[in-house]
């Protein structure tokens, strides 16, 4: 169980130390943003034997792909060359002409289970449990595996760009699970069971002694539009296990598919007497304390992509917990 307060203590460091580092670490601003999402992992993996301590945190991504994404063959590797052309028109980075050099890899990876990612904050009208929403997360991976890294020329850009070794960018996509099949979560169009969200590398992770900083693109074509994240992975070793602090804050600024959805309750008299009016805008009421806990009203987005005020039906409860 994870506590708001916690989530918005978190918001705040890693706005904080996004501040920190060079470059264009940022999410958008609050009067830009029409939903957003908290990720964070928690689980603890054992230590990979040979040089990747880390490998155990991740999956092979076959079942990823086959299982949850249900792709054949053929799919795959359709969605492998978009990577590989993705990697190589924004980073100049040749994944197969790597591989030939023995510079670099191309792998399918999935996050494993074990990590424990969920989600929280979501703006659907499906209440968040309090052990977060379950998420599959894969996709493709490119890594540069030169110890003296690598020099590339940006055919867009022109720019001649070095990338150190272990650099690492993706291609990607997040599977949330919002509800089950028979829960419609009392409205009129609830959301997919599965929202699904395509994602890649935006920039260059940053290191520091304890952790890396990443920056994330979700593309358009995602439930809730084009969004931008901020994240940070400070894990914890041991001598057999590493416990891994995942942190991700997504913010969305513009309207995708979800605004199509009806998300008024199945009861509502407004609805029956067909005087619903999907234009009105209306603020959020603050969070207040009560004895289940903190109480929330998380916007959501209405079919002009306007904030709604959420019902009292759809109240996200976060109940004060004890610490993770």
């Not at 307060?5 to 918001?11: A, D, E, N, R």
């Not at 020329?153 to 720019?159: L, P, S, W, Y």
Request: hydrophobic content about 35%.
């Amino acid at each position: 169980m994870i506590s708001f307060q916690f989530v918005i203590l978190i918001q705040l460091v890693l706005t904080t130390l996004a501040e920190e580092f060079p470059g264009n670490f940022n999410l958008y601003s609050p009067e830009h943003v029409t939903a957003h999402i908290f990720l964070y992992g928690n689980g603890s993996v054992p230590i990979a034997e040979g040089p990747n301590p880390f490998a155990n945190n991740a999956l092979n991504g076959t079942e990823f792909m086959t299982k949850h994404q249900q792709w054949s063959d053929e799919t795959v590797e359709l969605q492998r060359q978009n990577a590989l052309s993705f990697w190589r028109e924004e980073y100049g980075l040749d994944g197969e002409q790597l591989m030939k050099e023995g510079k670099g890899v191309v792998i399918q990876y999935q996050i494993s289970p074990a990590v424990n990612e969920r989600a929280y904050m979501m703006n659907t009208p499906c209440p968040t449990p309090p052990e977060g929403h379950e998420v599959v997360d894969g996709g493709f991976q490119l890594f540069v595996t030169d110890p003296n890294g690598v020099e590339v020329i940006v055919a867009k850009t022109g720019e001649t760009i070095f990338y150190a070794f272990q650099t690492n960018l993706v291609y990607s996509w997040m599977r949330i699970h919002v509800r089950e099949a028979d829960d419609n979560c009392g409205v009129m169009e609830p959301p997919p069971e599965w929202i699904i969200l395509r994602y890649q590398s935006k920039g260059l992770a940053k290191w520091t002694t304890d952790a890396i900083m990443f920056e994330l693109e979700f593309i358009g074509e995602n439930y809730f539009g084009t969004g931008r994240s901020l994240g940070m992975s400070a894990p914890v070793l041991s001598e057999t296990e590493i416990t891994n602090r995942l942190l991700n804050y997504v913010t969305f600024n513009s309207t995708g598919p979800e605004a199509m959805f009806d998300h008024s309750p199945i009861d509502s008299a407004s609805d029956k007497e067909g005087k619903r009016d999907h234009n009105q805008q209306e603020i959020a009421s603050p969070s207040k304390e009560t004895d289940r806990g903190t109480e929330v009203n998380l916007p959501r987005v209405s079919k002009k992509g306007m904030f709604l005020n959420a019902v009292k039906d759809e109240k996200v409860s976060q109940e004060t917990s004890k610490e993770l």
